[in-house]
C-alpha cells in the first residue's frame, strides 16, 4: 500500500525496537514466547503511539494553514499530552477538552499527563461531563478564538488518515520480521478509540499477512468496540485506494478486562503492570497496555495461544499515567 501519497510530518523517523522477553515469557509459564514492539519508545514528550497517528494529522493541519490544535481525551489522556507535545514542536497553540469519564476525576493539580499539560504549556482546557458530544465541544471552543486558525483532532485521532500511522506500523513489523528472521503466530494490541487495532488490521488486510490479531479493549462492550475498529479500518482501506474490505470476522475485540470501567484499575492491571517491571524492566500503564497486558497473559494461561506460538504484543506506551496512580501500586 502506498502510504507515501499521503504528506507527514516525519516524526516517526527509525523503527521502533521488537524485543523477546525471555524472563517474562518464563515467568508466565505458559508455553509461548512472547515479544514486544516499543511503541512506547516512540518520539514525543513521554513517548507512545499517537505520534504515529499525529505524523499524518499534523501534516494535514500545516498543510490547511492551521495554527492551533483542538483535541479532547480522558483527564489523563495520553493522546491530549502527545498532542500538545507536537503543536508545541511545530510552534503551534494547542486547546484542550477533557472528559470526566469518571464523575469527580479531574484533578487539575494531579500527576501524571495532567501535569505535563500544564508544563508544555497547553492554551486551555476544558472540561466536560461523560458522554458530551465531543466533536461539538471542541467546536465551541474554535469558534470562541480569535484571529486563530483552529484544526480539530478527534479523540485518539482515530479517523482514517490518523489509522494510517498504524498501517505504516504494520507495514514496518513485515520488515523487521523479514529482516529478523521471526515469524509471529499472533498479535495483542490495546484497543481503545480504535485507529491503533483498526490501522494493524488494515495493515493486515492490505498486505494479505495472515497473522491472527486479538485486541483487548479498555472501555466499550466488545460488539461496540469491533465494530468501531471495523469501521476505521475499511476507512482507512478506502482511503488508501485499496479495494479489499475486512472480513467483520477478523476483528476480535475482548471486553473481559475492562474491569469496573474505562482508566479504573483492576488486581489483574496490577499484577500485569507489577510482572513487566520485574522481569523486564518495562514500564507499562495502567489504562491501555496493562490492562492489554492482563488480557495477553489471561488468555496465554487459559491455552488460548496454541504451545510454541511466538506472540508480538503491541506496547502502545503511556507510562507517564503511572505517576497519577501512585495509591493503586502502594497498597
Ligand atoms: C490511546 C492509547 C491506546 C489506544 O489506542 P487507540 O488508537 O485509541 O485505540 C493504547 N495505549 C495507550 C498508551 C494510549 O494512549
Not at 472528559?99 to 500544564?118: C, I, T
Not at 494490541?189 to 485507529?195: D, N, Q, T
Not at 504451545?307 to 496512580?325: D, I, N
Amino acid at each position: 500500500m502506498n502510504l507515501a501519497q499521503f504528506p507527514r510530518r516525519g516524526y516517526v523517523k527509525t523503527p521502533t525496537p521488537i524485543e523477546y522477553l525471555p524472563n517474562f515469557s518464563k515467568a508466565l509459564n505458559a508455553g509461548i514466547d512472547v515479544y514486544m514492539k516499543r511503541d512506547d519508545m516512540l518520539p514525543g514528550a513521554g513517548g507512545g503511539n499517537k505520534t504515529r497517528k499525529l505524523d499524518f494529522c499534523v501534516a494535514d493541519a500545516l498543510n490547511k494553514g492551521c495554527d492551533t490544535l483542538i483535541t479532547c481525551g480522558a483527564v489523563q489522556s495520553n493522546h491530549c499530552r502527545l498532542t500538545l507535545a507536537w503543536a508545541v514542536h511545530e510552534g503551534m497553540d494547542c486547546h484542550l477538552v477533557l472528559e470526566e469519564r469518571v464523575p469527580g476525576s479531574y484533578n487539575p493539580d494531579a500527576s501524571g499527563n495532567n501535569f505535563l499539560f500544564q508544563l508544555m504549556g497547553v492554551k486551555s482546557i476544558t472540561v466536560v461531563p461523560k458522554g458530551t458530544d465531543m466533536m461539538a465541544a471542541m467546536q465551541g471552543v474554535a469558534d470562541k478564538l480569535k484571529g486563530r486558525k483552529p484544526y480539530i483532532i478527534p479523540g485518539g485521532a482515530s479517523n482514517a488518515l490518523g489509522a494510517l500511522g498504524y498501517v505504516g506500523c504494520m507495514e514496518e513489523i513485515m520488515a523487521q520480521m523479514f529482516a529478523m528472521g521471526l515469524n509471529f503466530d499472533h498479535m495483542v494490541v490495546p484497543s481503545g478509540s480504535a485507529g491503533t487495532h483498526g490501522g494493524i488490521i488494515a495493515g493486515m488486510i492490505g498486505n494479505n499477512i495472515n497473522i491472527p490479531v486479538t485486541g483487548i479493549g479498555v472501555n466499550r462492550p466488545k460488539p461496540v468496540q469491533e465494530n468501531a475498529v471495523l469501521t476505521v479500518a475499511n476507512q482507512a482501506l478506502e482511503l488508501l485506494g485499496v479495494e479489499t474490505r475486512v472480513p467483520a470476522d477478523k476483528v476480535v475485540a475482548f471486553d473481559d478486562y475492562v474491569g469496573p470501567g474505562y482508566s479504573l484499575p483492576t488486581d489483574a492491571m496490577v499484577e500485569a503492570v507489577s510482572m513487566m517491571a520485574q522481569t523486564e524492566a518495562i514500564l507499562l500503564d495502567p489504562v491501555y497496555s496493562g490492562k492489554a497486558m492482563s488480557g495477553l497473559i489471561d488468555l496465554a494461561r487459559k491455552g488460548y495461544f496454541a504451545k510454541g506460538s511466538k506472540v508480538l504484543f503491541l506496547h502502545t506506551g503511556g507510562s507517564p499515567a503511572l505517576f497519577a496512580y501512585l495509591p493503586t501500586f502502594r497498597k
